[in-house]
Each structure stands twice: as structure tokens, then as C-alpha cells.
């Protein structure tokens, strides 16, 4: 190399000094790009507020799983979640860079818009929308609230308004949209249902309903995933973790809204005109599974003084029964062979019951208008004596000859699942109260009075479970709403027991204090009951006289082949005015048997073949 | 055996230095016969480019597919809501009523014929 070379200098062409001139050129912008890099990433210390405006604020996207439907029996849509809109102002909104026409021609276009909205929404006039406007850019409010919350279909009109059309930058309008969640049946077994505001409210504390009970089904897993600006917009960052949403399962009840919808009818047809009463239940339930085709549940708002579903009565509320807690006692002497048929007798002088201080004034006049001084079993039953029960208690259970039956008795309610809190599919169930007598409050008229329904405190939901597993021949079935059927005691007393029962309660709607379902469409067997509610002075009315009512209907139809299983109950405020189980909820429960009789596929007749007769 | 100094090390740097101001730093490591395979390889730099330019386009369409798939799913919740609302037995009843239908709720149980 050294030898080739020559002296003679070195002759550069032109295009290669260009290039040459470029590239010194790039290689300089390299070493600054490079130097750059190594400066940002070692030494550069950025003002906080521009990594603020300058960091994009959400790069990890939460995805909401969407809350899972709630349907009836019939596939019937209970519960769903719809997307809501509410419509907000940003009244400054290019307040300071418009010049006094073109600031005249904005608010001429929010006067159409207020316009627009009074026609569309008709919750206010046109002047108050534009007041309210001019008055947020006035006062300089950036989040005027402007509507209330909108469906989909109107939403899309309204940002189609003058001004809204014109897109956020110019108009202001700010757009939030949250999953609110719709009941399509209103308020319709909305205690049973539950409620939730939407799919992100916490329902931990409010476990209300089915929705509450079941919201870690319904809910579903929020996922999220990572997302990056681009040139197109925010696009999702495919090398970053990606968790996907999980949607909510749909739950499917034992619901009938049919049917809820025809009993909440016929209760609010009997209550709506009462004002003294305070709350309401009706719940129908299958005889074989137990599963609830309707719970209604209605209570006076002490404020508004209307009937809503405020309160689940039937399993909330826990009160002396009354007399639909004979048929246990009936039950009880009759499973244990105390008494062997409904025509035994007892006597019926003075209604006294010996040992306590049961007195019943009834008895006395059963024995004058019959010219008897027996009555039987069945006709207390129909006459709803307490004496009869008061003494088929205390005689076959209490204190005799060195024993006491006490225990037993209370043994036979327990097995009658009347003492637990069974596991339901709704929170709240109330425990029932059963005196213990190991207790100092246990009396000698304890015993007689439970015989009557006194003493003790059921919820309806108790009751209704109870009187099932007579039209189930024995069987108890578990009420249920939505986990499917179960036994709560395969044999609570004998077919034999439960025919015999059955022949009493039919009795009662034929000849005794519910013959007003005489005439339903169907045969009914069921048992009416009034209760007094006890008042802070202990006794059973105030010092006005006053009492609290507790009228109860509770049975199955039809009876010689149950299909279904109903209670209703009533209760009042103090009032002298009476609320017996044989009024408002006999009549209530009529209605509802002649409706579903006429809907129900299990009461179709056949024609053809064997004709199936279910009167 | 060459020795190697400190200095080696600077003049290593001014050499490197030189010849990349002359523009001849790849001709000095000698990987002018490895030319093709830079050029692939720059080629292969320029399709990854390329690709994820590509794959932003795609993404950036799924994601505004995304937006209409949940504006349909809207449409559909409203929907079937709607329509549920209207089955109820009340509202059955106004809308006949409201037509001057004659139809009303059964009143007597269904017959079925076999």
C-alpha cells in the first residue's frame, strides 16, 4: 500500500463531496438523537404537570362483564341490564374565544336545544332548560347536569339536537353512559328480585332479593387489558397480559310472573281501600317441589301511605299465628293416636280448660244452638274453637299422672320444621319462636294457648311449608326459588293423618270459617286465622280498646288432588275495625284460584280421551 | 505475542473515529463480503415496520368493530327489554283495549283435545 503511493494529491469528485457532506450531516444528527436518548434517560427530570398532561391516563381498560339476566319459570325476562344516558354541560365552553356574534349565535343554538329538550323529555319547559344554561355559563359550571337519565333510542335523537349536533368541542356536551339495571314487571315481586342501581354497586351489604342473593353468580369477573395510543387511536397493547371478562350467569326462578302478577292484583284489590292496615304477603307454592310461583309482599309506606314491595313479609316478619296453627295441634294428637278420628267429642259447657285460664265464650253458645254438650273435633275445627284445641293440648300433653307430654308436643312442632330457620334462597328467613319451657316466662296457659296458635311466633313461609306437606300427603318439601327441589322431612305425619286433615280443612271452606272459597273454582282445603298482636303494656289491645289485627288464609287447591299451596296474610295497625283471615284474605285468595284455574295447563279438560276432572 | 496497551485503546478509538468520518468503518471491519446479509437485514427491520404498522390498522379496526358489537348488544338489551314489558298480563289487556278488541282473559279453563 505504502509503495503505490504517489504524491500527486487526491482529485475528489463533486457528487462524492455531496454525499460526503451528507452523510457527516446524518452522522451529527445521530450522535445529537444518541446524546438525546442518553440525556432523557439518565438526566432529564421532567415538570410533574407535563408528565401528567403528557402520560395518558388510562392505559389499563377495565372490561365490566355484563350482569347475568333473571327469568321466570316461563323463560319470562325478569331482570336485565340496558345501558342508561345522562346528558351534562360543559357551559364555558369556547365562552372566552367567541366574539360577541359569534357568542349571540351560540346561544341562539342552545335556545334550540333547550327547545328540543323540553319536547323530547317533557320534564321541563324550554325557558327553564335555556335559564339553566345561560345561568351554568354565567356562573362558569363545566358539568351542567341537563337531563335526566335516557334510554338508547332517545339518546340518539338528542345528540342529533341543534348545538349537540355540533359535536363535544363546540356544544359542550358531555355524554356518560352507565349499565343501569330494569326490571320489566316494575315492581312486581321486586322484593323477591331484589335490586340492584347497576353491575358495579356493591351488593355486599344490601343482600335484598334474589340479586342479592345470587350476585356471585349474576355478576360475572371484571377483566381488564392494556391499551396503547396510536396514530388510529387507543388500540389494545397485544403484548401486555389480557384478562377477559367473565359475563354473569342467568338465573333462572321458580318465579310465575303470571301468576305473581294475578295474586298481587287480587291483594291489592282487598287492601288498597284499607287504611288501616299496615302490610300484606301472598305466596303460592307446587305442592310436589315446593317451587315458589309467586311471593307478593306489600306494605303501606308510612310517609306516602301507598302499597309497595318494601319489606319481605313472608319470610321477614315473625308473628303469633293463630288459628291456622290448630291444624299442628290437629296434626300432633293425631300422629301420637291421642285421638283417632275428627267425630271424637269433648265436652261443651262452659269452654274452660281446666288447669289454666282458658276460657272460650263460643263453646256455650256451640252448645245452645246445637242442644248438645259435646262437641267433636271436626266441628271445633270448623268453628275455629280455641277450647277444643286449647284442651286437646293440655289434656294429651300437660302435666298427668307424674308425666308431661310438653317436651313431645314441642318435639312434633320441631319435626314440622315450625321451630328452624330452614336454609331458603333468600337471606332474612326469621327464626319462629317456641317457648322453652325450662324458661321462668313458661306458664301453665302456655301450653293450651299454642294449641291455638298463641305463644309461638311463625312466619307465613313456615306456615305455607307446613300446610304443603299436608296436600303433599306427608311429604315437606323445601320452598324454593331458584336451587331446585328438596325434602325438608319425607314424613311428617301418614297418608292417613294427611287425608284426615285434608277432610278438616276442606270442611272449613265448606261449612265453617272460610266458606267463601265454597264456590271457587276448584275445591279448596285451607284454615283461616286471626291473631291479636300484643301491645307494650302486654296485653292484646291499647287503651283505646284498640287491637292489632293478624287475619291469615292458608291452604291448597284442589283439594282432593293439590296442585298448589297458598297463604295470605293481612295484618293491621291498632284499630277497632276487625281483619279476620276469613275477609280480606279468603277473598284475595279466591280471586287468585278462579284466575289460575283458567290458566293453569294442569287444570285443562280433556275431551277425547279420558276426561280428567280436577272440581 | 503482541502486547496490548492502554493506548492501543485510543488509537483503536481515533482509527475508528477517522474511518467513520471517511465513511469506510464497514469496509475497515472487513464485512463487505456480510454486505447482502446487512442489507437483509435492514430489509427484515423495515417489514417489522411495516407489519406492525399493519397490525396498529387491524387493531385499530377491531376496535372500532368492538364499539359497534357493543353499540348493537345496546340495542339488543333495549330491545329485548322492551319487549318484555309488553307481555305483561296488564299491559296485554290495555293494548286490546286500547284496539276495541273483544278480546279479554280467559274465564273459563283451556279444553284440550286428544
Known sequence: MEAGKTNKPKKRDRIGVILYVFYVFMLLMSIVLIGGIVYIQLFFRPDKAIVEALTPNDQIRKIDPVRGNIYDCNGKLLAISCPSYQFYMDCTVLKDRNKPEEEEAWLDKAKELSKALADELKDKSADQYYKSIVEGRNKGNKYLRLTRKVDYDTRNRIVEFPLFREGRFKSGMIEVRTDVRQYPYGELARRTIGFVRDNSSDVAN????????????????????????????????????????????????????????????????????????????????????????????????????????????????????????????????????????????????DGKVEGTSIRDEHIPQFARQHSTNRISVLDGFKISSNYVFAKLAVDNYGKKGGTDGTERFLANIYNYKLGDAFDFDLDGLQTPTIPNPGTRYWTNTDLGTMGYGYSTEETPLHILTFYNAIANKGKMMKPYLVEGPSILNSAVCTKAVADTLTRALKAVTEEGTARRLKDAKCSVAGKTGTSFGTFSNGQYFDAQGRRKYQGTFVGFFPADNPQYSIICMVYSYPTKKSFQGGGIPARAIRTVIDKVYDIDPCFREEIGGKRKKNK | MKTWKISDIGVLLKNSFTAIMKGEFLLRLNVGKYFIHIIYTFLLFALIIWVSLMVETTMAKVESQKAQIRELKIINSQKVYELAETTRRSEVDKRLESLGSQVGEREERAVKLN
Open chain 1, 206 to 349: 344490601t343482600h335484598i332479593g334474589l340479586e342479592g342473593k345470587f350476585d356471585y353468580i349474576l355478576h360475572g369477573t371484571q377483566g381488564r387489558e392494556y391499551l396503547r395510543r396510536t396514530d388510529r387511536g387507543r388500540v389494545v397493547n397485544s403484548d401486555s397480559v389480557r384478562v377477559q371478562a367473565v359475563d354473569g350467569k342467568d338465573l333462572h326462578t321458580t318465579l310465575n310472573i303470571d301468576y305473581q302478577e294475578i295474586a298481587d292484583k287480587a291483594l291489592r284489590e282487598q287492601i288498597e281501600n284499607e287504611e288501616d292496615l299496615e302490610g300484606s304477603c301472598m305466596v303460592i307454592m307446587e305442592t310436589a317441589t315446593g317451587a315458589i310461583r309467586a311471593m307478593v309482599n306489600l306494605v303501606r309506606d308510612p310517609k306516602s301511605g301507598k302499597w309497595g314491595e318494601y319489606q319481605n313479609v313472608a319470610i321477614g316478619r315473625k308473628a303469633e299465628p293463630g288459628s291456622v296453627f290448630k291444624t299442628v295441634t290437629l296434626m300432633s294428637v293425631l300422629n301420637d293416636g291421642y285421638i283417632t278420628s275428627l267425630e271424637q267429642t269433648l265436652p261443651a259447657t
